[in-house]
C-alpha cells in the first residue's frame, strides 16, 4: 500500500473512528499495512490510532469471554502493529503500554508477541524502566523461560539480559525474582542464541552475587548511572558461546526462590479455579 507520508497521519486518524464499529478488523488491517512502512511509524504513533490500539488491549483484559474469535482477531492485529512499531523505536511512553500487555505474556497464543515487544522497548532506556517498575512484568518474563516455545524462550532471555546489563538495581530485581532455574535451564536446552544470552546473564548475575556476597535492598547506588553509560548503542556485553559450567550448581542452590515463574504460576492455577 502505497500512501504519502504527509497524508499517513490523517489517513490514520480517520481510520481509528472505525475501531468500534463493526469495521474495526478491516480498519486494523489497514493500519497493520501501513505500520509494516518504516515511513509511515511515526506517523501512526503520532495518530488517534494508537489511543484506539491501547483501547483494544484494555477491552481484551477486562473481557472475560474468551471465545470471542472476533475480539482475538482484533487483539492479534493490534499487537502485531505495536510489534513493527517498537521494533524501530517508535512507541514513546513504553510506561502506558507494558501494564497492558503483562497479562497477556500468560497467554499461549499472544505471548509471542508480547515478549517480542518488550524485547524491543528494552532497547531504550525508558522502556527498561518501565518493564523494571511494572509490578509483575519481570515475573512473567521469567515464566517464558520454561516456554515451549523456542523463541518466545529467546525474547525472554533478551529481555533479562538488557535489565541485567545496564543497572545494579536491576540486576537485584531480577535475582529476587527466582529466574537463575530458568536461564540454566534455557543455557542447556534453548535455541542457540538463547543458550548464548542466558550463559551471559548467568555470568552477570554471579558476578554482581560474588560483589555484594548476598542480595540487599540497597539498590544500586552510585552504580547506576555508570552501568548505563558503560553500553554501546545497546550491544551491551560480548556474548559468550559457552556453555553455564559452574553457575549451575551455585546458583540453583541459592536462588530457588518460587518468587518468579512458581508464584506466577501459582497465580495463574487460581484463575482458572
Known sequence: MEVPSSMAEDLCDLLASFFDTDAS??????????????????????????????SILDFQMDDDDDDDDDDGFLLQIAL???RNL????????????IPKLVPLLEETTLSTHCILILKN??????????????????SSVALLLEAEDRKAQEHAVSVLHSLCCHRANYREMVMKEGVIPGLVHVSVNGN??????????????K??????????????????GRDEKNVDNGSIVRMKESGPSKTQGLF???????TGMAAVKKKKKKKKN
Not at 517498537?86 to 503500554?97: G, V
Not at 522497548?121 to 519481570?138: D, F, H, N, Q, Y
Open 207 to 224: 558476578n554482581e552475587f560474588s560483589r555484594s556476597g548476598e542480595i540487599s535492598g540497597g539498590g544500586g547506588g552510585g552504580t547506576e
Open 25 to 54: 478488523s478491516q480498519a486494523l488491517a489497514v493500519v497493520e499495512a501501513l505500520s509494516c512502512q518504516p515511513e509511515h511509524r511515526y506517523e501512526i504513533a503520532r495518530s488517534n490510532a494508537m489511543g484506539g490500539i491501547l
Open 252 to 258: 540453583c542452590n541459592i536462588f530457588c526462590r518460587p
Open 80 to 82: 502485531s502493529i505495536l
Open 121 to 138: 522497548l528494552c532497547e531504550r532506556a525508558s522502556g527498561r524502566k518501565s518493564v523494571a517498575e511494572t509490578e509483575g512484568c519481570i
Open 192 to 205: 542457540r542464541r538463547a543458550k548464548a544470552t542466558a550463559s551471559e546473564v548467568l555470568r552477570v548475575l
Open 86 to 97: 517498537s521494533s524501530t523505536n517508535h512507541i514513546d511512553h513504553p510506561d502506558e503500554l
